[in-house]
Protein backbone atom coordinates (compact mmCIF):
# COMPACT_ATOMS: atom_id res chain seq x y z
CA UNK A 1 0.00 0.00 0.00
CA UNK A 2 1.68 3.94 -0.77
CA UNK A 3 0.14 6.58 0.34
CA UNK A 4 0.41 9.93 -1.66
CA UNK A 5 -0.70 13.07 -1.62
CA UNK A 6 -3.54 14.52 -2.96
CA UNK A 7 -2.19 16.74 -5.08
CA UNK A 8 0.56 14.05 -6.53
CA UNK A 9 -2.41 12.07 -7.57
CA UNK A 10 -3.75 15.27 -9.41
CA UNK A 11 -0.65 16.14 -11.16
CA UNK A 12 0.01 12.66 -12.19
CA UNK A 13 -3.74 12.27 -13.95
CA UNK A 14 -3.27 15.68 -15.31
CA UNK A 15 0.06 14.65 -17.44
CA UNK A 16 -2.12 11.46 -18.69
CA UNK A 17 -4.94 13.21 -19.87
CA UNK A 18 -2.02 16.07 -21.78
CA UNK A 19 -0.09 13.09 -23.11
CA UNK A 20 -3.32 11.31 -24.34
CA UNK A 21 -4.41 14.45 -26.30
CA UNK A 22 -1.10 15.27 -27.37
CA UNK A 23 -2.19 14.36 -30.55
CA UNK A 24 -4.81 17.00 -30.76
CA UNK A 25 -2.84 19.95 -29.49
CA UNK A 26 -0.37 19.10 -32.23
CA UNK A 27 -2.71 19.37 -34.78
CA UNK A 28 -4.28 22.57 -33.65
CA UNK A 29 -0.97 23.97 -33.32
CA UNK A 30 -0.27 23.36 -36.78
CA UNK A 31 -3.27 24.26 -38.03
CA UNK A 32 -2.97 27.99 -35.96
CA UNK A 33 0.65 28.34 -37.38
CA UNK A 34 -0.68 27.36 -40.85
CA UNK A 35 -3.62 30.04 -40.54
CA UNK A 36 -1.20 32.89 -39.08
CA UNK A 37 1.19 32.13 -42.21
CA UNK A 38 -1.65 32.02 -44.70
CA UNK A 39 -3.26 35.30 -42.81
CA UNK A 40 0.11 37.56 -42.89
CA UNK A 41 0.36 36.31 -47.15
CA UNK A 42 -2.74 37.58 -47.59
CA UNK A 43 -2.50 40.48 -45.64
CA UNK A 44 0.46 41.75 -47.39
CA UNK A 45 -0.50 41.52 -50.40
CA UNK A 46 -4.03 43.33 -49.51
CA UNK A 47 -2.24 46.22 -48.29
CA UNK A 48 0.28 46.32 -51.38
CA UNK A 49 -2.65 46.91 -53.56
CA UNK A 50 -3.99 49.35 -50.94
CA UNK A 51 -0.73 51.07 -51.30
CA UNK A 52 -1.15 50.66 -55.20
CA UNK A 53 -4.59 51.84 -55.18
CA UNK A 54 -3.69 54.95 -53.42
CA UNK A 55 -0.50 56.21 -54.84
CA UNK A 56 -1.98 59.60 -56.05
CA UNK A 57 -3.71 60.00 -52.11
CA UNK A 58 0.11 59.34 -51.15
CA UNK A 59 1.97 61.63 -53.30
CA UNK A 60 -0.38 64.70 -52.61
CA UNK A 61 0.22 63.67 -48.56
CA UNK A 62 4.18 64.16 -49.95
CA UNK A 63 3.73 67.08 -52.53
CA UNK A 64 2.21 68.99 -49.56
CA UNK A 65 5.06 68.39 -47.24
CA UNK A 66 5.06 64.66 -45.84
CA UNK A 67 7.64 62.80 -45.66
CA UNK A 68 8.34 59.39 -46.74
CA UNK A 69 9.02 58.50 -42.58
CA UNK A 70 5.66 59.94 -41.97
CA UNK A 71 3.40 58.09 -44.70
CA UNK A 72 5.26 54.72 -43.52
CA UNK A 73 4.10 55.65 -40.22
CA UNK A 74 0.98 56.38 -41.36
CA UNK A 75 0.29 53.00 -42.99
CA UNK A 76 1.84 51.09 -40.34
CA UNK A 77 -0.44 52.95 -38.08
CA UNK A 78 -3.28 51.95 -40.57
CA UNK A 79 -2.32 48.02 -39.72
CA UNK A 80 -2.25 48.34 -36.33
CA UNK A 81 -5.62 49.28 -35.73
CA UNK A 82 -6.81 47.23 -38.39
CA UNK A 83 -4.67 44.03 -36.70
CA UNK A 84 -6.41 45.17 -32.86
CA UNK A 85 -9.96 45.40 -34.29
CA UNK A 86 -9.99 42.09 -36.39
CA UNK A 87 -8.26 40.35 -33.05
CA UNK A 88 -10.93 41.56 -31.06
CA UNK A 89 -13.48 40.13 -33.91
CA UNK A 90 -11.58 37.06 -34.12
CA UNK A 91 -11.34 35.65 -30.44
CA UNK A 92 -15.12 36.82 -29.96
CA UNK A 93 -15.84 34.61 -32.85
CA UNK A 94 -13.35 32.01 -31.56
CA UNK A 95 -15.40 32.14 -28.16
CA UNK A 96 -18.57 31.40 -30.25
CA UNK A 97 -17.18 28.31 -31.96
CA UNK A 98 -15.72 26.80 -28.61
CA UNK A 99 -19.30 26.92 -27.53
CA UNK A 100 -20.74 25.54 -30.90
CA UNK A 101 -18.19 22.58 -30.88
CA UNK A 102 -19.07 21.70 -27.08
CA UNK A 103 -22.69 21.47 -28.14
CA UNK A 104 -21.90 19.59 -31.31
CA UNK A 105 -19.93 17.35 -29.47
CA UNK A 106 -22.24 16.88 -27.15
CA UNK A 107 -24.87 15.92 -29.73
CA UNK A 108 -22.62 12.96 -31.04
CA UNK A 109 -21.93 11.62 -27.16
CA UNK A 110 -18.78 12.41 -27.05
CA UNK A 111 -19.46 15.24 -24.07
CA UNK A 112 -16.89 17.52 -22.60
CA UNK A 113 -17.16 17.15 -19.00
CA UNK A 114 -19.47 19.39 -16.48
CA UNK A 115 -18.66 22.96 -16.14
CA UNK A 116 -18.60 26.31 -17.78
CA UNK A 117 -16.09 27.15 -20.42
CA UNK A 118 -12.97 28.37 -19.63
CA UNK A 119 -11.19 31.87 -21.20
CA UNK A 120 -7.98 32.79 -19.21
CA UNK A 121 -6.66 36.52 -19.64
CA UNK A 122 -3.78 35.24 -21.64
CA UNK A 123 -5.76 33.68 -24.11
CA UNK A 124 -7.63 36.70 -24.67
CA UNK A 125 -3.71 38.82 -24.57
CA UNK A 126 -1.81 36.65 -26.76
CA UNK A 127 -4.66 36.50 -29.14
CA UNK A 128 -4.61 40.49 -29.55
CA UNK A 129 -0.99 40.45 -29.48
CA UNK A 130 -0.44 37.61 -32.57
CA UNK A 131 -3.33 39.24 -34.56
CA UNK A 132 -1.52 43.01 -34.58
CA UNK A 133 1.92 41.83 -34.77
CA UNK A 134 1.13 39.68 -37.30
CA UNK A 135 -0.87 42.33 -39.53
CA UNK A 136 1.65 44.91 -38.62
CA UNK A 137 4.82 42.97 -39.82
CA UNK A 138 2.97 42.12 -42.83
CA UNK A 139 2.55 45.89 -43.51
CA UNK A 140 5.56 47.07 -43.29
CA UNK A 141 7.41 45.59 -46.97
CA UNK A 142 4.25 48.14 -48.47
CA UNK A 143 4.59 50.86 -46.05
CA UNK A 144 8.35 50.87 -47.03
CA UNK A 145 7.11 50.83 -50.58
CA UNK A 146 4.43 53.93 -49.73
CA UNK A 147 7.51 56.07 -48.30
CA UNK A 148 8.88 56.10 -52.18
CA UNK A 149 5.56 57.23 -53.99
CA UNK A 150 7.41 60.43 -55.35
CA UNK A 151 5.01 63.73 -55.21
CA UNK A 152 5.39 63.96 -59.01
CA UNK A 153 2.96 61.03 -59.04
CA UNK A 154 0.05 63.13 -58.11
CA UNK A 155 0.35 64.69 -61.41
CA UNK A 156 -0.18 62.08 -63.18
CA UNK A 157 -3.44 60.62 -64.59
CA UNK A 158 -2.17 56.87 -64.89
CA UNK A 159 0.24 54.78 -63.26
CA UNK A 160 3.63 54.36 -63.91
CA UNK A 161 5.08 53.20 -66.48
CA UNK A 162 8.21 52.28 -65.46
CA UNK A 163 9.28 48.34 -65.68
CA UNK A 164 12.37 47.11 -63.38
CA UNK A 165 13.83 44.35 -63.81
CA UNK A 166 13.06 40.84 -62.38
CA UNK A 167 16.77 39.67 -62.62
CA UNK A 168 17.22 40.39 -58.43
CA UNK A 169 13.85 38.82 -57.88
CA UNK A 170 14.96 35.51 -59.82
CA UNK A 171 18.14 35.30 -58.28
CA UNK A 172 16.94 35.72 -54.60
CA UNK A 173 13.53 34.06 -55.09
CA UNK A 174 15.02 30.77 -56.86
CA UNK A 175 17.35 31.06 -53.86
CA UNK A 176 14.78 30.71 -51.55
CA UNK A 177 12.83 28.18 -53.19
CA UNK A 178 15.66 25.67 -53.58
CA UNK A 179 16.33 26.21 -49.50
CA UNK A 180 12.82 25.29 -49.05
CA UNK A 181 13.06 22.45 -50.84
CA UNK A 182 16.24 21.38 -49.34
CA UNK A 183 14.60 21.46 -45.84
CA UNK A 184 11.42 19.57 -47.25
CA UNK A 185 13.75 17.12 -48.29
CA UNK A 186 15.94 16.51 -45.71
CA UNK A 187 12.68 16.65 -43.22
CA UNK A 188 11.25 13.84 -45.04
CA UNK A 189 14.66 11.98 -45.65
CA UNK A 190 17.40 13.19 -43.34
CA UNK A 191 16.16 10.94 -40.10
CA UNK A 192 15.88 13.41 -37.84
CA UNK A 193 14.30 13.92 -34.58
CA UNK A 194 12.73 16.83 -35.59
CA UNK A 195 12.02 15.94 -39.33
CA UNK A 196 8.68 16.93 -38.98
CA UNK A 197 8.91 20.62 -37.67
CA UNK A 198 12.10 21.51 -40.27
CA UNK A 199 9.70 19.61 -43.05
CA UNK A 200 6.93 22.57 -42.47
CA UNK A 201 9.60 25.56 -41.98
CA UNK A 202 10.73 23.79 -45.53
CA UNK A 203 7.02 23.76 -46.99
CA UNK A 204 6.48 27.45 -45.95
CA UNK A 205 9.49 28.84 -47.32
CA UNK A 206 9.38 26.80 -50.75
CA UNK A 207 6.23 28.59 -50.71
CA UNK A 208 7.56 32.32 -50.25
CA UNK A 209 10.28 31.47 -53.06
CA UNK A 210 7.75 30.38 -55.37
CA UNK A 211 5.89 33.78 -54.72
CA UNK A 212 8.88 35.80 -55.53
CA UNK A 213 9.59 34.11 -58.19
CA UNK A 214 6.02 33.93 -59.93
CA UNK A 215 6.29 37.02 -61.75
CA UNK A 216 8.89 35.22 -64.22
CA UNK A 217 6.16 33.11 -64.88
CA UNK A 218 3.04 35.50 -65.05
CA UNK A 219 3.81 36.71 -68.81
CA UNK A 220 4.37 32.90 -70.38
CA UNK A 221 1.19 32.12 -68.63
CA UNK A 222 -0.43 34.85 -69.34
CA UNK A 223 -0.13 34.33 -73.08
CA UNK A 224 -0.75 30.91 -73.45
CA UNK A 225 -3.80 31.05 -71.22
CA UNK A 226 -5.00 33.95 -72.44
CA UNK A 227 -4.95 33.39 -75.84
CA UNK A 228 -8.85 32.03 -76.25
CA UNK A 229 -9.94 35.58 -74.24
CA UNK A 230 -9.94 37.47 -77.10
CA UNK A 231 -12.12 35.47 -79.13
CA UNK A 232 -14.46 34.42 -76.43
CA UNK A 233 -15.13 38.01 -74.54
CA UNK A 234 -13.93 40.48 -77.16
CA UNK A 235 -12.34 43.52 -76.25
CA UNK A 236 -13.01 42.12 -72.58
CA UNK A 237 -10.86 39.83 -73.02
CA UNK A 238 -8.41 41.26 -75.08
CA UNK A 239 -8.46 44.22 -72.18
CA UNK A 240 -7.21 41.21 -69.74
CA UNK A 241 -4.77 39.71 -71.75
CA UNK A 242 -2.69 42.44 -72.40
CA UNK A 243 -3.17 43.65 -68.73
CA UNK A 244 -1.48 40.37 -67.10
CA UNK A 245 1.03 40.95 -69.12
CA UNK A 246 1.89 43.92 -68.60
CA UNK A 247 2.22 43.63 -65.09
CA UNK A 248 3.80 40.92 -64.31
CA UNK A 249 4.22 41.57 -60.52
CA UNK A 250 0.39 42.41 -59.59
CA UNK A 251 -0.99 39.12 -61.60
CA UNK A 252 1.49 37.27 -60.04
CA UNK A 253 0.51 38.76 -56.33
CA UNK A 254 -3.25 38.21 -56.70
CA UNK A 255 -2.49 34.24 -58.21
CA UNK A 256 -0.45 34.05 -55.02
CA UNK A 257 -3.13 34.60 -52.95
CA UNK A 258 -5.57 32.20 -54.42
CA UNK A 259 -2.35 29.69 -54.97
CA UNK A 260 -2.04 29.67 -50.86
CA UNK A 261 -5.54 29.18 -50.41
CA UNK A 262 -5.99 26.11 -52.34
CA UNK A 263 -2.66 25.51 -50.67
CA UNK A 264 -4.22 25.80 -47.49
CA UNK A 265 -7.21 23.23 -48.30
CA UNK A 266 -4.46 20.39 -49.62
CA UNK A 267 -2.89 21.02 -46.51
CA UNK A 268 -6.29 20.84 -44.28
CA UNK A 269 -7.40 17.44 -46.41
CA UNK A 270 -4.06 16.07 -46.40
CA UNK A 271 -3.60 16.16 -42.67
CA UNK A 272 -7.47 14.79 -42.11
CA UNK A 273 -6.65 11.80 -44.43
CA UNK A 274 -3.37 11.13 -42.48
CA UNK A 275 -5.09 10.85 -39.32
CA UNK A 276 -7.51 8.67 -40.41
CA UNK A 277 -5.08 6.61 -42.36
CA UNK A 278 -3.01 6.23 -38.48
CA UNK A 279 -5.53 5.37 -36.65
CA UNK A 280 -7.30 2.90 -38.82
CA UNK A 281 -3.39 1.40 -39.57
CA UNK A 282 -3.15 1.49 -35.60
CA UNK A 283 -6.01 -0.52 -35.24
CA UNK A 284 -5.66 -2.90 -37.41
CA UNK A 285 -1.95 -3.66 -35.71
CA UNK A 286 -4.36 -4.41 -32.31
CA UNK A 287 -6.90 -6.39 -33.60
CA UNK A 288 -6.61 -9.24 -35.44
CA UNK A 289 -9.02 -11.48 -35.50
CA UNK A 290 -12.53 -11.27 -37.19
CA UNK A 291 -14.33 -11.66 -34.31
CA UNK A 292 -13.95 -10.21 -30.54
CA UNK A 293 -15.87 -11.63 -27.59
CA UNK A 294 -15.93 -8.85 -24.70
CA UNK A 295 -18.32 -8.03 -21.71
CA UNK A 296 -21.15 -5.57 -22.74
CA UNK A 297 -19.77 -2.04 -21.67
CA UNK A 298 -16.74 -3.38 -21.22
CA UNK A 299 -14.01 -0.66 -19.32
CA UNK A 300 -10.86 -2.59 -18.59
CA UNK A 301 -11.59 -3.34 -15.10
CA UNK A 302 -9.40 -6.56 -14.02
CA UNK A 303 -12.00 -8.08 -11.96
CA UNK A 304 -13.88 -8.41 -14.42
CA UNK A 305 -13.86 -9.95 -17.84
CA UNK A 306 -14.53 -13.22 -19.40
CA UNK A 307 -14.01 -16.73 -18.36
CA UNK A 308 -10.89 -17.99 -20.10
CA UNK A 309 -12.49 -21.38 -20.09
CA UNK A 310 -14.69 -19.70 -23.36
CA UNK A 311 -11.59 -19.63 -24.74
CA UNK A 312 -11.05 -23.44 -24.67
CA UNK A 313 -14.61 -23.98 -25.69
CA UNK A 314 -14.39 -21.80 -28.83
CA UNK A 315 -10.91 -23.40 -29.49
CA UNK A 316 -12.98 -26.85 -29.76
CA UNK A 317 -15.24 -25.62 -32.82
CA UNK A 318 -14.36 -26.86 -36.20
CA UNK A 319 -15.03 -23.65 -37.69
CA UNK A 320 -12.85 -21.86 -35.46
CA UNK A 321 -9.14 -21.78 -36.26
CA UNK A 322 -7.54 -19.57 -33.57
CA UNK A 323 -9.01 -17.93 -30.53
CA UNK A 324 -6.58 -16.14 -28.74
CA UNK A 325 -7.26 -14.20 -24.72
CA UNK A 326 -5.92 -10.94 -23.87
CA UNK A 327 -5.78 -9.77 -20.13
CA UNK A 328 -5.54 -6.43 -18.94
CA UNK A 329 -4.89 -4.89 -14.98
CA UNK A 330 -1.69 -4.16 -12.53
CA UNK A 331 0.55 -6.51 -11.65
CA UNK A 332 3.43 -7.02 -9.06
CA UNK A 333 7.13 -6.56 -10.81
CA UNK A 334 10.29 -8.09 -8.44
CA UNK A 335 13.03 -6.07 -9.17
CA UNK A 336 11.33 -2.91 -10.29
CA UNK A 337 12.77 0.32 -8.84
CA UNK A 338 14.47 -1.66 -5.73
CA UNK A 339 11.60 -2.60 -4.36
CA UNK A 340 9.74 -6.58 -5.08
CA UNK A 341 6.35 -4.85 -3.95
CA UNK A 342 6.41 -2.60 -7.12
CA UNK A 343 3.04 -2.06 -8.50
CA UNK A 344 3.35 -1.42 -12.41
CA UNK A 345 0.04 -0.73 -14.15
CA UNK A 346 -0.69 -2.54 -17.63
Same mark, same amino acid.
Request: proline residues 4%; without cysteine.
Given at each position: ?????????????????????????????????????????????????????????????????????????????????????????????????????????????????????????????? =?? /???? $??? *??????? @? +????? !????????????????????????????????????????? =?? /???? $??? *??????? @? +????? !????????????????????????????????????????????????????????? @??????????????????????????????????????????????????????????????????????????????
Amino acid at each position: TEAILGEIEIEEGKNEVAEGVGFFNTIFLAFGFIGLFVGAFLIQNTFRIVVAQRTRELAMMRAVGATGRQVTVLVILEAVLVGLAASVIGIGIGVLLAVGMRILFDAIGFGFPSGSLTIVPRTVIL =GL /LVGT $LVT *TFAAILP @A +FKAAR !VPPVAALRETGSTYFKSLRRRAISGGAVLVLGVTMVLVGLF =GG /LDQG $LLL *TGLGAGT @A +FLGVS !VVAPLFARPFGRIFGAPLPWAFGVTGTLAKENSIRKPRRMAATASALMIGVALVAVV @ATLVASAKTTITDTVREEVLGEYQVQVQGFTGDPTGGISPELARELRALPEVAVAATWRIGDWYEPGSGGDDSTVSGG
